[in-house]
């Protein structure tokens, strides 16, 4: 399966762009304009390698499948692959690989595959206690003296050691807030929030109860909305990698450098069905900018580079 999304990111203030962000311009050698990298072009070089390839290959093995859809870059990613992937999941169909065009490349066409994310989990904590005068400290129960060494804990906490492909799973609070501005109240509430960059050493389950834990160990008295906005997976070095490689020193002339960072994708709701997925797209210095481009060459070097990579999964 090939992943894709149409939808684009606002342009910014439209003055600040030398060419009109939804009038695609060619100027020096570049394709330029809103979605030129994050990817319109992948969108149309997927289109164009599976096209080629299905002309080429009539009798190839397996299923070759296209899913482009307009819910990616916004907050929710409410009613794109999320709802395919159910209906997926319905129909007790599989994905066995997925190549996503994002522009996954630093320098140029094909020198960073990205074979895997960290996850996200936030937490946003209340811890309550009882509201009085600073001057009758028996008649109240601070919340910000009891959560005090409890967040002192949590940030101080080692979550796992990461491993080869990741960096240690981070906790980071983010916010906090206690008080009524009057410098003779004890509070009756402290609210903190809280996320965890996690990498595939850790779950969001287990970080989850390991939170609580140490709140309970402090006998707080608290409650936690959890969110959780995106799965830790990698993808091991197996037959998709082993083809994406291949197909990139067959047509680019050097071999990927894997590599897990950057932001979210819909390859996180794909990869959970078990399927291997790999990003594999143009250079992604101009993506989500003013002049977002894409070189010509690139743009051309796109949909052979897919269709090699489609050949080497299943043309015979
Ligand atoms: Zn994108």
């Known amino acids: 399966m090939f992943l894709g999304h149409t939808d684009v990111v606002p342009p910014g203030p439209l003055e600040q762009w030398t060419s009109a962000p939804f009038e695609p311009t060619i100027r020096d050698g570049r394709l330029y304009g809103r979605g030129a990298a994050d990817m319109k072009s992948g969108d149309a070089a997927m289109t164009l390698a ?18 482009l859809t307009s819910d990616e870059e916004g907050p929710t990613n409410r009613d794109g692959v999320r709802r395919v992937v ?15 065009g994002e522009a996954s490349s630093r320098d140029r066409l094909g020198d960073v595959v990205r074979v895997g994310r960290r996850g996200s989990l936030s937490g946003r904590l209340t811890v309550r206690g009882v509201q009085g005068h600073v001057a009758y400290p028996d008649k ?17 906490t080692r979550w796992d050691e990461g491993n080869a492909s ?5 906790l980071q609070i983010s916010n906090i807030h206690a008080g009524t501005g009057a410098l003779n109240v004890v509070p009756g509430v402290l609210e903190a929030a809280f996320n965890f960059r996690y990498c595939t050493a850790s779950g969001a ?28 997976f990698l993808t091991h070095d197996g037959v998709l990698r082993r083809a994406v490689s291949a197909a990139i020193e067959d047509v680019c002339g050097i071999t990927p450098e894997a590599d897990t960072g950057g932001g979210t994708s819909d390859a996180r709701f794909i990869a959970p069905m078990g399927a291997e997925v790999v990003e594999v797209g ?14 010509l060459d690139e743009l051309e070097t796109l949909p052979r580079l897919y269709l090699r990579i489609i050949e080497r999964l299943i043309a015979v």
């Open 50 to 67: 599976l096209e080629r390839f299905v002309t080429a290959y009539p009798d190839h093995r397996g299923t070759v499948a296209l899913l």
């Open 86 to 100: 159910e209906e997926f999941r319905r129909r007790g169909q599989r994905i066995d690989w997925c190549i996503t």
């Open 140 to 156: 109240v129960k601070n919340p910000i003296h009891l959560a005090a060494p409890a967040l002192a804990e949590l940030a101080a």
């Open 166 to 170: 990741f960096p240690p799973t981070s």
């Open 205 to 232: 389950d287990s970080l989850r109860e390991r939170v609580e834990a140490i709140l309970r160990k402090h006998g707080l008295d608290f409650a936690i909305e959890w969110e959780h906005t995106g799965e830790a």
């Open 282 to 295: 143009p250079t992604n210095a101009s993506i989500h900018r003013i002049d977002e481009h894409i070189a």
